[in-house]
């Protein structure tokens, strides 16, 4: 079955730059129909979706943060990115990576806490 994992950097200075990976086990990025989500959940809050690079490798990303937030893939290694720029302590969250068909979350990672702090 798919397994997704999280890894990357736990802190980050504000005004820097998060980047965080997902690698992709027991399925394949570009397999028809599924998509790859980055989904954030800030302390005490709910979930936040950030946004989704498909199969093909199209992107789409919430309006509120689509100005800093890029997400890429590398088909080769099976895993996908997230680059999240000038990043204030607001942006202190648990950081899931998501797969699934027709953009539903049917397979998550175990989450990665990300701290923005001086």
């Known amino acids: 079955q798919v397994q997704l994992q999280e890894s990357g950097p736990g802190l980050v200075k504000p005004s820097q730059t998060l980047s965080l990976t997902c690698a992709i086990s027991?399925?394949?990025?570009?397999?028809?129909?599924?998509?790859w989500s980055w989904v954030r959940q800030p302390p005490g809050k709910g979930l936040e979706w950030i946004g989704y690079i498909n199969y093909s490798g199209s992107t789409y990303y919430s309006p509120s943060l689509k100005s800093r937030t890029s997400i890429s893939r590398d088909t080769s290694k099976n895993q996908f990115t997230l680059q999240l720029t000038s990043v204030t302590p607001e942006d202190t969250a648990v950081y899931y990576c998501t797969g699934g068909e027709d953009n539903s979350p049917h397979w998550w990672g175990q989450g990665t806490q990300v701290t923005v702090s001086a």
């Open positions: 027991g399925g394949s990025i570009t397999t028809n129909y599924y998509s």
